[in-house]
């Protein structure tokens, strides 16, 4: 509503110079002029030209989402970049995950892209496929040392269009703060059911005091999805890029998160769908609201720092009791990816292969994006972790034996997905729709979304 | 309004124009032109060309990382099946039917009062024309997320009293509705005009109703109204086109996805949403130019409307 404090300003200008009886009218004329000067004014986009850099140095623009302590702990790896090739800034560009895919999005299309970008396996294939990526494997970037499974992860065929940062695996962090105040004691996690989890988080609730639960609700994004997917002997994709699972399926998951909520398991609707807008730092597991909740192993020190307790790391629950049937799987946390029409494809490889294969940028980054995928810098930090990256390392190390099948990668569209779960999440949770129904629904609307 | 009375007295002096008179006016021209020409060239550069340019992509299939595809009307015939685009008018509609009438009449009642020659009234005026400044920030829409929260200062009061009030922007029933509101509250804009305008009401006319005994309701309805019919065309064709196209608040409330459930999904969050978040920018550009054809609708069925409610006494 751009238009407003302009004509109202003007308005107040003639309202304090008395003019009654003046017979100053608007007219019809004037009208019209204002009205379709404002109907003009609709959608227009603004478009950017790219900034020079100036001479001798070379300037790299780095985007990464993230919360402040990952902010912190990149720039100080980016000055150890600068400090070794003082030739090369590294400009940083950095934000909150919801608002950085639409970012990215526009900056693609402005031919404005960052040189070096954080990517996540939702979008590689969508930004890959369009040629948006460079193929990494045509610069010197050393891969040898790179855990093979995280290596193939950002590969496909236009090329190693991303090198992954980290090793990640879906897990629930636990609140011992909170389980101590209800007097609940922690669950095996080596053997605990579905049910022992809403059993579990019930009791919590029970006896904890108002407006805190024992579990936040799943059902925001995909990874939750995908653990109950595989432990149903489904998957979320296949690997020609459909879906892996029948409405039915995405139906018995809602259905079982409906009689979490009808427990009070989890929060109300309307406290799960402020939930889902909260940055990590204000989540419930960091505020103390939520003594269970579904997170990636490597936000487990962030969360840890937010809420100032020592958190626990556990296993998913399963149907049979045996962790073994836990369904988890190792996914590359985020990756390492670079503009395809970025100017200076050497330096920003060079960056790259610091940010992956040096020790220093290791010591700097430890464990936020995941356990390092580079064997040589995982040994080398070791001694430096901190007691919470510690326990993300130790529980990577303990399901290795574990884990299922790799999941097949995320196809283009993917990254509609989640905001589809969301959205049919709510509608059951404020019973809008019946899970079958909502099961039916999501599923058509994830077919299109990543058949078109 | 001076721009716009400016324009009604150049528009007034349509008649016979003497040579001398052409002259002074061509050169009054000049200099208007070259005062123009700063808003000329930011409204051909950044409001007609992407204009034109949206206009061609959408035509096209455009995932912003490829070329644009040229698609003829695919985009606008799926529209016509978008189960979603359909909810977000519903949505819209919802949101300009009612919050427009809704703002308009708190906006008069205000000026009203303070038309009645208040002490301090500049302080007043400017106190209830601050939320307009703000209403459309991102501030202002955090706020009330805060404020319309579960454990928010609304609920917080109504626990006082033992009622245990909803989640107000996270329930899909009252989303659309916290929102409203917040567009009631920047009253402030249309306010200030309509003050404007009542003080250009000769009082001479309520001297006259007043001596042939007329209620102060008659009189607010026989000449106030009238009277400012003109203000309020104005305020309504400004009022309609701006919520038509209002998205910061539905955008920040709801944390950019329209929700909860797309009870909050306005058009043009939509059109966001599919343009940005989804690649399918050719969509979200028909999308664009059919919102621009909604209000021109709207604006037009306006117009038409005014000559039958519109009065204009000179």
């Known amino acids: 509503m751009p238009l407003f404090p302009r004509s109202a300003s003007a308005a107040k200008q003639s309202a304090e110079t008395p003019s009654r009886g003046a017979a100053r009218r608007i007219r019809k004329t004037g009208v019209v002029a204002a009205a379709a000067a404002v109907v003009m004014a609709l959608s227009a986009c603004g478009g950017g030209a790219a900034p020079q850099n100036a001479d001798g140095t070379v300037e790299l623009r780095f985007s990464w989402w993230g919360g402040d302590k990952r902010a912190q702990l990149t720039q100080e790896a980016i000055k150890q970049f600068e400090a070794e090739n003082p030739n090369i800034k590294i400009k940083p560009e950095f934000g909150d995950w919801s608002g950085y895919w639409d970012k990215l999005a526009t900056q693609v299309a402005a031919n404005d892209a960052p040189d070096i970008i954080q990517m996540d396996e939702k979008y590689i294939t969508e930004y890959s496929s369009r040629g948006a990526l460079l193929d990494l494997s045509k610069y010197e970037i050393d891969t040898s040392k790179l855990d093979e499974a995280a290596l193939n992860a950002g590969k496909s065929e236009d090329g190693l269009t991303g090198i992954a940062a980290g090793i ?19 669950p095996d996690d080596s053997k605990w059911t579905w049910d022992d989890f809403e059993r579990i988080a019930s009791e919590i609730t029970e006896k904890s005091p108002k407006g805190t639960y024992g579990a936040a609700a799943y059902g925001t994004d995909e990874a939750s999805l995908g653990v109950w997917l595989r432990q149903n002997g489904r998957s979320l994709y296949t690997s020609d890029g459909k879906l892996g699972f029948e409405p039915s399926d995405i139906a018995e998951w809602w259905a079982f998160l409906k009689q979490l909520s009808e427990n009070k398991a989890v929060p109300t609707a309307s406290e799960v769908v402020e939930a ?19 997170w990636w192993s490597n936000q487990a020190p962030a969360l840890e720092k937010a809420s100032g307790s020592d958190l626990k790391i556990l296993r998913f629950p399963t149907k049979t009791g045996s962790s073994a049937d836990a369904g988890l799987w190792y996914k590359a946390s985020q990756f390492w990816s670079a503009s395809s029409r970025t100017k200076h494809p050497e330096e920003t490889a060079k960056f790259i292969n610091f940010l992956a294969n040096n020790v220093k940028a290791g010591e700097t980054l430890l464990a936020d994006r995941g356990v ?8 080398a930090i070791e001694s430096k972790l901190t007691p919470a990256d510690v326990k993300v390392v130790k529980f990577i190390d303990q399901i290795k034996d574990e884990l299922g099948e790799a999941p097949a990668p995320p196809p283009k569209g993917a990254g509609s997905i989640q905001e589809i779960i969301k959205r049919y999440t709510s509608e059951v949770l404020f019973e809008r729709l019946s899970t079958e129904e909502a099961g039916k629904k999501a599923h058509d609307e994830m077919k299109s979304a990543i058949s078109s | 309004m001076s721009a716009i009375s400016e324009l009604s007295s150049i528009s007034r002096r349509k008649g016979k124009l003497s040579a001398e008179e052409k002259k002074a006016n061509g050169r009054d021209n000049k200099a208007a032109y070259i005062f123009l020409l700063p808003w000329l060239v930011g409204l051909v550069a950044i409001t007609i060309g992407p204009m034109i340019m949206s206009l061609y992509l959408s035509f096209t299939d455009y995932n912003l990382l490829q070329p644009p595809e040229w698609v003829g009307l695919d985009n606008f015939t799926r529209m016509l099946t978008d189960a979603r685009l359909h909810n977000s008018l519903g949505v819209t509609f919802t949101y300009v039917l009612v919050g427009v009438p809704l703002q308009l009449a708190v906006a008069l009642l205000i000026a009203l009062v303070l038309d009645k020659g208040l002490r301090g009234l500049p302080f007043y005026r400017s106190v209830f024309y601050l939320p307009s400044l703000l209403g459309g920030s991102v501030a202002v829409a955090i706020l009330w997320k805060q404020i319309f929260g579960t454990t928010g200062l609304v609920n917080q009061v109504l626990a006082m009293f033992g009622i245990q009030g909803p989640g107000w922007i996270s329930d899909p029933s009252t989303a659309l509705g916290s929102i409203i509101l917040l567009h009631v509250w920047t009253f402030g804009a249309p306010m200030i005009i309509f003050l404007a305008g ?36 104005f305020n309504l064709v400004l009022q309609i086109i701006g919520s038509f196209q209002s998205f910061t608040q539905a955008f920040i409330v709801s944390g950019g996805n329209g929700g909860p459930s797309d009870s909050t999904m306005f058009f043009t969050l939509y059109l966001y949403q599919k343009g940005f978040g989804q690649f399918d920018m050719g969509y979200a550009s028909a999308m664009a130019w059919f919102l621009l054809v909604i209000i021109g609708v709207f604006t037009a069925i306006n117009f038409i409307a005014s000559k039958y409610w519109v009065f204009y006494d000179d």
């Open chain 2, 198 to 233: 009542l003080r250009q009401i000769p009082v001479m006319y309520y001297e006259a109703a007043k001596v042939d005994g007329a209620t102060t309701l008659q009189q607010f309805w026989r000449i106030t109204m009238p009277m400012l019919s003109p203000i309020l065309f």
């Open chain 1, 372 to 379: 390092y995928p580079n064997s040589e810098v995982r040994a």
């Open chain 1, 276 to 294: 889902e807008a909260a940055p990590l730092d204000q989540s419930g597991l960091a505020t103390g609201k939520n003594g269970m909740a579904f």
């Open chain 1, 168 to 186: 990640n695996a879906a897990t629930i962090l636990a609140n011992p703060a909170v389980f101590e105040a209800a007097g609940v004691p922690l």
